[in-house]
């Protein structure tokens, strides 16, 4: 009888901690993610938006893409009154909270470009401390260039 109930009490103490642990990872969720190609062999960037709508904290440390030889986390840090980018090891992401992926502040810079058609969504896998990867594509943003070219007109 103690065997059995020992046994059942590792059971539901497992099942409990595997439940928690699966609970804490379901609700990291992406948005309004979009990509710009970087202009010959410059960096490219995504910007867009991660939710933790889980009950933990989580931190990003790694996304990855076949679709580019390395992809890093990057943030801008005042330094001297002056502002620059620096590449940082992760991006924390607090219970319920969103980050947001902007120009001048957290962002992801693509390197070493492997895609012949820059018009073709892109697979990204985002890694998380607590074990979680999210697998999402991402659309290059339309007339990023032109855009760009326009805003920056006789500068």
Same mark, same amino acid.
């Given at each position: ?32 993610m ?11 960037? =995504? ?34 009154g ?14 319920g ?17 492997? =895609?012949?058609d ?5 697979s990204?896998?985002?890694?998380f ?22 805003h920056?007109?006789?500068?």
């Open positions: 009888m103690k065997k059995y109930l020992f046994a059942t009490a590792l059971v539901v103490f497992f099942s409990t901690q595997l439940a928690y642990a699966q609970g804490a990872m379901a609700h990291i969720m992406l948005s309004d979009t990509l710009k190609h970087g202009i010959g062999a410059r960096p490219g960037v =995504i910007h867009g938006k991660i939710h933790n709508h889980g009950t933990q904290a989580v931190r990003l440390t790694a996304v990855t893409s076949p679709s580019f030889g390395r992809i890093e986390l990057h943030t801008h840090i005042k330094a001297d002056v502002m620059r980018m620096r590449q940082v090891a992760g991006f924390d992401l607090a219970a909270a969103t980050l947001t992926l902007k120009p001048g502040g957290h962002h992801l810079m693509l390197f070493d470009h492997k =895609i012949d820059k018009n073709a969504p892109v990204l896998q985002l890694v401390d607590n074990g979680q990867k999210i697998q999402h594509m991402v659309s290059p943003r339309a007339n990023a260039m032109q855009h760009d070219m326009m920056h007109k006789g500068h």
